[in-house]
T-cell receptor, first 112, second 113 residues
Framework: EDKVVQSPLSLVVHEGDTVTLNCSYE??????LLWYKQEKKAPTFLFML????IEKKSGRLSSILDKKELFSILNITATQTGDSAIYLC????????????FGEGTQLTVNP | EAQVTQNPRYLITVTGKKLTVTCSQN?????MSWYRQDPGLGLRQIYY???????DKGDVPEGYKVSRKEKRNFPLILESPSPNQTSLYFC????????????FGPGTRLTVT
């Protein structure tokens, strides 16, 4: 059975802190790993990773994939209150078309 | 504007009263999917569709039906809703058949009493 596990499940930090969110997976025929941000509405896309060791970056957010150890991390530097959200990790498989399996998510709260 | 729309956004209903949640996308996407989101369980896939007239079960299909008669529409049908189907529902679509960025609708909060 495919599994996507995120940790921690929740995290509370102060503005300006740096956070690292984790996503580990066990799937056969892995194709890609995706990160989404969900505020009080629909998830919005952040990154898609398919190759090990290549960092994807967007402003203060960055992510990297390790296909040997089967995990990914999402880093957020200099956090702001607007970063407060649920961060979702999802994995897609070669054999499943566009289908994604999601983890539970990490609830990040950034306090001023 | 490229978007996925869902209706209704909020619905309170009673056990056993059939309902349909509509989903429509204007991006000509082949792939569409329905998820439910519950606290502590994340997003779980209910049904998905690779193209018109092609649908398949996701991880939690019991109690739901779908149809895909047109490319842009993918309605979710609850023939006899029960309280355990109280949840937040999302429709999503994506551009092609490989695992790819999915665009999500705004969500439908359903309460079954």
């Amino acid at each position: 059975e495919d599994k996507v596990v995120q940790s921690p499940l929740s995290l509370v930090v102060h503005e300006g802190d740096t956070v690292t969110l984790n996503c580990s997976y066990e799937v056969t025929n892995f194709r890609s790993l995706l990160w989404y941000k969900q505020e009080k509405k629909a998830p919005t896309f952040l990154f898609m990773l398919t190759s090990s060791g290549i960092e994807k970056k967007s402003g203060r957010l960055s992510s990297i994939l390790d296909k040997k150890e089967l995990f990914s991390i999402l880093n957020i530097t200099a956090t702001q209150t607007g970063d407060s959200a649920i961060y979702l990790c999802a994995v897609g498989k070669e054999t499943s078309g566009s289908r994604l399996t999601f983890g539970e998510g990490t609830q990040l709260t950034v306090n001023p | 504007e490229a978007q996925v729309t869902q209706n209704p956004r909020y619905l309170i209903t009673v056990t056993g009263k059939k309902l349909t949640v509509t989903c429509s996308q204007n991006m000509n996407h082949e792939y569409m999917s329905w998820y439910r989101q519950d606290p502590g369980l994340g997003l779980r896939q209910i049904y998905y569709s690779m193209n018109v007239e092609v649908t398949d079960k996701g991880d939690v299909p019991e109690g739901y039906k779908v149809s895909r008669k047109e490319k842009r529409n993918f309605p979710l049908i609850l023939e006899s809703p029960s309280p355990n189907q109280t949840s937040l529902y999302f429709c999503a679509s994506s551009v092609n058949r490989v695992p790819y960025e999915q665009y999500f609708g705004p969500g439908t909060r359903l309460t079954v009493t």
